[in-house]
């Protein structure tokens, strides 16, 4: 469950499908990693429908509960 953990703080948020293909894991292993810590607080979820032509892809997008990554550079708002 940590490498999931760490791969959210790397990037922020990512699809399930991104987490799975990045640790080279089966996507239910993965989903079931984000199950628990989902149970325990650690990760925030939410399903997500995405279009792409005629296919349809269903995934979860996660996220470390609390964790914000560092804002972009540039210019900064006035």
């Not at 810590?37 to 005629?54: H, I, P, Q």
């Amino acid at each position: 469950m940590q490498e999931v953990l760490q791969c959210l703080k790397k990037y922020g948020q990512r699809l399930d499908l991104e987490i799975a293909e990045e640790m080279r894991v089966p996507l239910a292993t993965v989903r079931r990693r984000i199950a628990e810590l989902s149970a325990t607080g650690a990760v925030v979820t939410c399903k997500l429908t995405r279009y792409e032509g005629e296919k349809t892809i269903e995934a979860w997008q996660c996220r470390v509960s609390g964790y914000a990554p560092a804002p972009a550079a540039g210019r900064k708002a006035k």
